[in-house]
């Protein structure tokens, strides 16, 4: 095992710092991409070292358990999806509007799929992990909301409160499991970014119905380019 | 460790075979009850026994292993839910056919709850589950879409082809995935089989806006009973 030496001292802060915490944000930076390839459950601290040539102690410097790894990367994740789920509150939204906020969030889903992937054991044993996620959630049926409401007063969409309420519950469901039903459909096949694009198409189907006119014409004419192999 | 002594002889193989079939029962019910209240991930071999009152060894005697008493459970339950799945093909359905199918699916679903809890991991630790639920979601794509062609060719709903297909791989996603969400969003809530009245009435809210007159009235009808608390 590799003894690790902490070389900071008044002098050496600067210089010693920098490569230190270069290795620390390539432990995260490789446990996500295995996490995400293989499920959190298959990779070990011990894998990540391998991966990354290093000694377990040495990981075990910056890291004392995977768990540590994870609260990390669900931090980046967190200020970003809520970022994402923030943006679309600000004004009253159109068709385009929901497409790209769909995009966005099903971009930051893929991202870090591994969450989704196995979140129910995640949330069991992760109790951060399980308060924040229970707000993300939430977030996620807000902000469909106030997209649903946008539309509706604008004239784009007709859909009583209730509908919106359903409607918007259903996109949080959907744009969070999507992932997991492609894989549970296709446990072999690649794993490609496209799947997001069908996620989004999914989504949009449930819109589609509740839009008028111009903006389901527009809509379908976005889905179209969609289903082009 | 308890020894456990083969019995069975050429007289007693009656006798003998009766307490023992009931202990391999007994452990696949207690496996299947501890699985959907703790999540397959946290319940061992070791806890079933313990929880039956047996020893290791004579847990060990019916099962080799954990993943042999998962597909013993798996057998069961995918014959139970193929038999679901096949039943509204058999006819035309109406509003009312569409709303007993879903909660029978929605039972099953409850019923083998853990299978989709960690559904992702499952599959990749488990060949059979892996080719198996592959089927199912295909075989809830094409109920969902046998379903959706009985409504439109009765009029009872209008939609197009692509519609079609789009509203019967979303009702496989929600089903599959609805108590998922439901536990994301409280994972310390009473886990009570309501929330599959909830699931119910998610699904069917997709397919309303594609109903008409006298089914969306049929359908608004059925959906406030179920939205009283």
Redesign the interface.
Known sequence: MLIVVDNQDRHGVLMEKKPKRRTRERIVETSLRLFND??E??VTTTVVADEMNISPGNLYYHFHNKDEIIEEIFVVFEREIEETLAAPTRRLADVEDIWLFLHLLFEQIWKYRFFY?????L??RNRLL?IH??QI??HKVHTATILCEGLVSTGVMR?TT??VR??A??V???A???L??E??????GKVESGRIGRGV??VM??F???LLDEAKGLLEKL?REY?KP
Chains 1, 2 share one sequence.
Do not use: H, I
């Not at 992937?117 to 054991?121: E, G, I, M």
């Not at 894989?183 to 072999?188: L, T, W």
């Open positions: 293989f499920g459950p298959n992937r196995d979140l129910n054991d949330l069991t399980e996620f229970k959630m939430a859909a209730q509908e359903a409607l519950t259903n949080a469901v959907l969070s499991y999507w997991s039903f894989y549970a459909c296709d446990p072999r198409y999914q189907a449930m589609s119905p509740f889905s289903l």
